[in-house]
């Protein structure tokens, strides 16, 4: 057994609480570069921004005998990368950094591309290749944070798993449509 006390003692809880209330959920036991959570934060937004778009053509664009079930699932991702660019701009708030929403320059934050492809096909095999971008991508992220922001670390584990079911579901998809 370790002779490590298991918290703080609370009047030095108490008396850190009271430093820096301008800072928010940052305290003094943050202990990540901020500064390069909040790039690499603003990087991972602009990269589900991105596939929020994309989705989203391939929502409108969607054609061809299996069209229907194709684009259904193209807007629930939609609307999935929409959900984690939210959770991901509200961290940067937290954080007391700006969500960088800026148009200008978004495919050089994102670390996906915005293809659009010309079948269905094209657009299942460019979201996937999107998806698996984003799992490499948000896997490092993910192993950069470790224990010096579990919050965030915690919100890029559960977008992670997201990505994954949907690289899942775009592979079921492209089984289907080849066949």
Do not use: W
Request: with cysteine.
């Amino acid at each position: 057994m370790s002779s490590k006390p298991f918290l703080t003692d609370v009047k030095t809880l108490r008396e850190r609480a009271r430093k820096h209330i301008e800072n928010g959920a940052v305290t003094e036991g943050y202990s990540a570069d901020r500064e390069t959570v909040i790039k690499v934060l603003n990087e991972a937004l602009a990269t589900e921004i991105v596939c929020v778009l994309r989705y989203r053509r391939h929502y409108f664009m969607a054609t061809g005998i299996n069209a229907d079930s194709v684009a259904a699932e193209f807007l629930q991702h939609s609307n999935d990368e929409q959900l984690h660019a939210d959770q991901i701009a509200q961290r940067i708030v937290q954080l007391g950094g700006e969500p960088n929403l800026n148009p200008e320059g978004l495919l050089t934050r994102s670390h996906a591309e915005y293809v659009e492809g010309e079948t269905l096909t094209d657009m299942i095999k460019e979201d996937l290749v999107a998806e698996r971008i984003a799992i490499d991508s948000y896997r490092d992220i993910v192993q950069y944070l470790g224990n010096d922001d579990p919050t965030s670390r915690r919100m890029m584990e559960t977008i992670l798993a997201v990505e994954e079911e949907h690289a899942d579901d775009l592979v079921n998809l492209l089984g289907k449509i080849e066949k």
